[in-house]
């Protein structure tokens, strides 16, 4: 079983800059595949960065350039530096961490973007 909190979420102007954690607790996160989900209100849930036990990572176009995911296996800790955020970047964010069948989500932080 993994625990995942999230932090670091708040409200920032934009072309503002946040830098979200996920702290992992129960199992080490090395093993898994780690990755950062969004929601806004009224819509699905989206992936906007992943990153494999290898430290592969995944951008969709939305956000490729302006967001990084990174992870420090010995803190136990997924990061996500946002850059350049615009309002369209409001939503909750959610970590995720996934490994073989198992799937594990953190409780979300919020991320208001004002313009």
């Known amino acids: 079983q993994v625990h995942l909190v999230e932090s670091g979420g708040g409200l920032v102007q934009f072309g503002g800059s946040l830098k979200l954690s996920c702290a992992a607790s129960?199992?080490?996160?090395?093993?898994?595949?780690m990755a950062w989900y969004r929601q806004a209100p009224g819509k699905q849930r989206e992936l906007v960065a992943a990153?494999?036990?290898?430290?592969?990572?995944n951008y969709p176009d939305s956000v490729k350039g302006r967001f990084t995911i990174s992870r420090d296996n010995a803190e136990n800790t997924v990061y996500l530096q946002m850059n350049s955020l615009k309002p369209e970047d409001t939503a909750v964010y959610y970590c995720?961490?996934?490994?073989?069948?198992?799937?594990?989500w953190g409780q979300g932080t919020q991320v208001t973007v004002s313009s």
């Open positions: 990153i494999d036990s290898g430290h592969r990572t």
């Open positions: 995720y961490a996934s490994r073989m069948l198992r799937n594990y």
């Open positions: 129960g199992d080490t996160i090395s093993i898994y595949a």
